[in-house]
């Protein structure tokens, strides 16, 4: 199962997201699930990095793992929002559409701060 960890902070934007495992719908390299998800993640990443007014730090180590960490000022608030935003948004429908293998976490930044898996 894909396991996806968003750490928002007190105004709802996003600080973290850590994306592990795999999905098991289809055989390795031909998974729909895990696709949909990497690509979300890998977009965001991609589409955040750069940006006046957001650090990033992300990497894919292995294949089974992708994160981000996300640090934003004044200027690039709004973009963060909206990135974050269509982010969240993507691994929801994603879990909802595939429940048994996917499952999102949504909480706060702080270690052991999350809250209960998103119903899919």
């Keep these: 199962m894909i396991r996806a960890r968003v750490a928002l902070d007190g105004a709802g934007l996003l600080r973290s997201c ?8 289809g055989r390795r390299g031909a998974d ?15 589409t955040l990095s750069g940006r006046k ?7 894919a180590p292995d294949r089974g793992l992708l994160w ?12 963060l929002a909206a990135a974050g935003a269509f982010l969240v948004d993507g691994l929801r429908s994603v879990a909802e559409a ?5 499952c999102i976490t949504i909480g706060g930044p702080g270690p052991g701060d999350s809250g209960p898996p998103v119903e899919g």
């Design 18 to 25: 850590r994306v592990e495992g795999h999905a098991g719908w």
């Design 32 to 46: 729909l699930v895990c696709a949909a998800v990497s690509v979300l993640l890998r977009s965001a990443l991609r």
């Design 68 to 79: 981000m960490e996300v640090d934003y000022d004044a200027e690039g608030r709004d973009f």
């Design 53 to 59: 007014g957001i650090s990033l730090r992300g990497a």
């Design 98 to 102: 595939y429940p048994k293998c996917c």
